[in-house]
DNA sequence: ATTATAATGATAATCAATATCACTTATCCA
DNA sequence: TGGATAAGTGATATTGATTATCATTATAAT
């Protein structure tokens, strides 16, 4: 999978294991610090990208322009707090059961990702 | 709805409208500068975030971290391709249809936005 | 133990997006 | 109709998240 273990990986990979908040990068670097105190902010960068390149981590994208990381790779909604910028998982289905938790929904996205006909000939 | 009527946020407006593309703020930017050659950057990039506000356009974030517009308000997924980064609408629902239609699918994301519960107190 | 090179950490560079500000122009109203 | 007011513009500086660079460190094979 990797070419070599390293300690700052396994680290960044735990941190974002051990969490549902869909943290970003700078909350994951100040986790990973309070293990590996010396580990740097690319070091984090770089190994979220790693895991998500080997479909161990996903990216959340907010309006506010920053990526957040999900180490749940099974098929799952979010939501997204346009007040507090939260980010959350929805394990019911269909606005109304969401509603009834408490969220209240303006919107919903659909994306799917892939290969376009074009590019797949 | 606008305190003030501006040509360009109409010629803004416009471009959006007649497209299917999904296009980034500098797509806008070279279309809209063949009505109108002095309009500047920031100009566009203003009044996409207004429509955006008043509700007239929204906008989809793709994994290169940059926004592309839709003026097409009504609810719809998108597609977009990982190899030349375009967005498309998805017209036919589920993924066997798409598939049929050429699209390869290999993941999907979906995400509400609104006000979380806590927020909502 | 030696060696090759993947990975790190500090920091410079990039670039999309936003803020600033002097100037322009739409709209109000005397 | 013409001047006043302030919304809107355009050029550009600034910001800030992300990426690239590179000397150094550390993994793993021999």
Redesign the pocket.
Same mark, same amino acid.
């Given at each position: 999978m990797? %070419? +070599?273990?390293? $300690? %700052? +990986?396994e680290v960044?990979y735990n941190v974002l294991c051990q969490t549902k908040t869909h943290p970003?990068?700078?909350w994951v670097h100040e986790e990973a610090k309070k293990v590996?105190p010396?580990?740097?902010?690319?070091?984090?960068? +770089? #190994?979220l +990208?790693?895991l998500v390149k080997h479909g161990m981590a996903k990216v959340v994208?907010t309006p506010d #322009? $920053?990526?957040h990381f999900d180490a749940d790779m099974t098929q799952h909604p979010h939501f997204i707090c346009k007040s507090c910028g939260c980010v959350m998982d929805v394990t019911t289905q269909g606005h109304t059961n969401i509603a009834q938790k408490g969220f209240v929904v303006e919107s919903c996205d659909t994306t799917f990702f892939g290969t376009c006909p074009q590019c797949a000939n």
């Open positions: 990797f %070419q +070599r273990y390293s $300690k %700052q +990986r960044v970003t990068v700078d590996l010396e580990i740097g902010i690319a070091t984090v960068y +770089r #190994n +990208r790693e994208l #322009n $920053k990526e």
